[in-house]
């Protein structure tokens, strides 16, 4: 085992002698294996062991453990209390706190890596965690033998293994009682299925590492490919909207190309089938981006908050120069000639029609207005949008401009009829919004 381990820090990992990893120690079997294991290899290594007070007495005896190890070793000690908060979820608690207390280490004492002791067994009860819970092609894969500056030694070697070399080299350990509950997942699947595995196929193990090195090597083909997919599939309107066009996607291949490209962006498998399955107007969020289905396209942008509304601007008779923001300015000029115009974002306007001083803002449920060529009946404003087919992310851009009476203009798409001019009309407002 010793020369097997020696190989992957060396040959796999690129780990030098001389520099100086930071070992993640807790006392069980599994990271004082590590401990020992990188000792007798001479490589240079700290410690770092945190006490999260769980078991009481027994917490304090695993410290005193590592501690005792590393002064008979001369190994650089590192412990934390941490105290948890057990209303929440624990296990994932502690994980954040102890990784983050790791990097801090890591970074004060320039150590070059942070070794962990999961080891294959771990591998296999992960992957099974992820297929309970659902996953893509990646989450299959298990955890990768290194991330960043964490690094996984044990990872190809099994529990057995591991049992079999600290009872041969008489390696001190600690026995965590919880480990034998069930009421965590992981160990209920301990417990009970890779049991079951190991007694159908004793060599499961093996079998199991093969599996995953094909499932690596096909997660990594579809990582190739995603540059690729994202020049022929994603249609970007700027630089905060992407669009994907689904009917460019072979069907067979949608669900597959849909969750690879949209993953990086924090969708999970559940959420990318459901919206592929959905009606237009469906969208589903991650904590920083927003995706909407709209008809053949699905819509993918940074999230928007309430904030990023415009508040009230009032507008006076006089002004002529309205900075809204960084990048949008409305233009008010009165004139006695008119000036008709395609531009969407241009207007003129009966100025006998309209009472100062105008509010610019952003449009809200309930909003109603009178749009041209309708004859002056009044109309839902969402109603409007609707039928225009604005989907949900250009609906949430829409801003209005109304007067003492109401809606005059839905900026960019409609005038309201109550102030068209016509063949009498002798003074005029133009209103030109733009876009920086």
């Known amino acids: 085992m010793l020369d097997k381990f020696v190989h992957i820090l060396r040959s796999s990992l690129k780990k030098t002698p001389e520099e100086t990893i ?85 970074s004060l004492y320039n150590y070059s890596s942070i070794a962990t002791a999961h080891h294959l067994d771990d591998q296999i009860e992960t992957m099974m965690i992820n297929l309970i819970r659902g996953t893509g092609l990646k989450g299959l894969t298990g955890i990768p033998e290194q991330r960043d500056n964490i690094i996984r030694p044990l990872l190809s070697f099994s529990r057995t ?45 093996s079998t199991f590492s093969n599996t995953i090195r094909r499932l690596k090597a096909a997660s990594q083909y579809i990582e190739d490919r995603k540059t690729i997919w994202k020049s022929r599939y994603f249609l970007s309107d700027h630089k905060a909207q992407i669009t994907i066009d689904l009917d ?29 399955q959905a009606h237009t107007g469906r969208m589903t969020q991650t904590e920083n981006y927003s995706l909407l289905k709209d008809r053949k396209l699905l819509i993918l942008r940074k999230r928007i ?41 241009y207007e003129c306007l009966d100025a006998h029609k309209i009472t100062f001083p105008l509010v610019l803002r952003s449009w809200k449920e309930g909003d109603r207005f009178q749009p041209l060529g309708m004859g002056g009946k009044h109309q839902k404003l ?55």
């Not at 009682?177 to 196929?201: A, K, W």
């Not at 309205?322 to 006695?336: A, K, V």
């Not at 203009?409 to 003074?427: A, D, Y």
Request: glycine fraction near 2%; aromatic fraction near 10%; charged fraction near 25%.
């Open 22 to 106: 930071l070992c993640a120690v807790s006392g069980g079997m599994d990271s004082m294996c590590l401990l020992e294991l990188m000792r007798t290899c001479k490589q240079n290594i700290a410690v770092a062991h945190v006490n999260y007070g769980l078991r009481n007495s027994e917490s304090d005896k695993d410290e005193l453990l590592v501690k005792t190890y590393c002064t008979q070793h001369s190994i650089p000690f590192h412990r934390k209390k941490m105290q948890l908060d057990t209303k929440t979820a624990v296990q994932e608690q502690a994980r954040n706190l102890r990784y983050s207390w790791f990097e801090q280490l890591s």
């Open 161 to 205: 293994e591991i049992q079999n070399y600290v009872l041969d080299n008489n390696i001190p350990f600690r026995h965590d009682r919880s480990n034998d509950s069930d009421i965590y997942l992981r160990n209920r699947i301990r417990h009970h299925l890779t049991d079951f595995f190991y007694q159908e196929n004793p060599n499961f193990s």
């Open 248 to 276: 460019a996607i072979p069907p067979l291949h949608r669900e597959l190309i849909c969750f690879s490209l949209l993953e990086d962006f924090g969708f999970n498998q559940v959420q990318v089938n459901n919206i592929l």
């Open 305 to 345: 908050s309430k904030g990023d509304d415009i508040d009230l601007i009032k507008i006076t008779k006089d002004d002529k120069y309205i900075f809204i923001d960084e990048c949008n300015t409305l233009l008010i000029q009165h004139s006695t000639s008119a000036n008709i115009s395609d531009n969407p974002l």
């Open 382 to 436: 969402q109603d409007f949008l609707t039928h225009i087919k604005l989907h949900r992310f250009q609906k949430e851009k829409i801003r209005i401009l109304e007067d003492t009476k109401g809606i005059i203009w839905v900026i960019g798409h409609r005038i309201s009829e109550r102030v068209k001019i016509q063949e009498n009309t002798t003074n005029f407002i133009h209103l030109q919004y733009i876009k920086t």
